[in-house]
């Protein structure tokens, strides 16, 4: 699975942005789908999650209230939706698939996707 994102972008502290994510060739509608950001000079964290099999979405609680995970199975896209966003926010944004249904404590770890798109950066200024 090749996974394309897109939507990073330089935006003023309170601003919004949307990433998107999609495949060439799968289908996303059968995969759980996360997203992850890597801050300069931080580890990869997680950000958000959705799984296939139950629609429920999973966030990190430094991003709960503020971004939203969805994704629209007729289109094959995945979607982050950040608002206010806060300078801490600014890293570089990577979406992530795997075919697993588990959700609840995995969706949390790199190590349960095994596909991975580039990066996309998004830098919030103050």
């Known amino acids: 699975v090749q996974l394309q994102a897109s939507g990073g972008g330089s935006v003023q502290a309170g601003g919004s942005l949307t990433h998107s994510c999609t495949a060439s060739?799968?289908?996303?509608?059968?995969?759980?789908m996360g997203w992850f950001r890597q801050a300069p000079g931080k580890e990869r964290e997680f950000v958000a999650a959705?799984?296939?099999?139950?629609?429920?979405?999973y966030y990190a609680d430094s991003v709960k209230g503020r971004f939203t995970i969805s994704r629209d199975n007729g289109k094959n896209m995945v979607y982050l939706r950040m608002n206010s966003l806060k300078p801490e926010d600014t890293a570089v944004y990577y979406c992530?698939?795997?075919?697993?249904?588990?959700?609840?404590?995995?969706?949390?770890?790199?190590?349960?996707?095994?596909?991975w798109g580039q990066g996309t950066q998004v830098t919030v200024s103050s």
């Open positions: 992530a698939a795997d075919g697993s249904p588990r959700g609840g404590v995995f969706v949390y770890y790199e190590c349960e996707y095994d596909y």
């Open positions: 060739g799968r289908t996303l509608s059968t995969y759980r």
């Open positions: 959705m799984t296939w099999n139950t629609g429920i979405s």
